[in-house]
């Protein structure tokens, strides 16, 4: 009997100690601000335009290839979090405002930073398709290499 308490008070231990852990392991990871995806970015901007901030292809343009509707949803964002910041069709043009918007969507969309979901989720939205989006992941992995 008194082998089976021991055991039953060192999985109660063990138990009460998981939610502890995975606190501690996902605290700080949570936030696209503490991930580096400069790497992600970059790789991006070079499948998307190959750096062209000028770049046009239908209603998508600068070097992240940003749509109007990408646009809407970063200034939803930022309404929601209260905010006097927005995003003009016109910053779509700017690298650096461009990086700011995909930093944005990350931290709304992608609270784990999972890399192969933002690469996904960039080039076919957030119910993106694995299938539709899996020869852009793997350009964009290549430059990741």
């Known amino acids: ?3 089976l308490v021991k055991k ?3 999985s109660l231990t063990f138990l009460s100690l998981i939610p502890m852990a995975a606190l501690a392991a996902t605290k700080g990871s949570n936030s696209s601000a503490a991930f580096d995806w400069t790497p992600i970015m970059e790789a991006i901007i070079q499948v998307e335009s190959e750096g062209n901030a000028r770049a046009v292809s239908g209603n998508s343009v600068g070097a992240m290839q940003i749509t109007p509707i990408l646009v809407k949803e970063c200034n939803e964002i930022l309404k929601k979090r209260k905010s006097g910041k927005r995003f003009s069709m016109d910053d779509r043009y ?4 461009s990086k700011e918007m995909f930093l944005l969507i990350q931290s709304q969309h992608n609270k784990t930073n999972n890399v192969e979901r933002a690469i996904r989720s960039w080039n076919g939205g957030p119910r993106y398709s694995v299938k539709a989006t899996n020869n852009y992941f793997k350009k964009v992995m290549r430059l990741l290499k």
Not at 94 to 97: D, G, H, L, R, T
């Open 1 to 3: 009997m008194k082998k």
């Open 94 to 97: 700017s690298v650096e405002k």
């Open 8 to 10: 039953a008070c060192l």
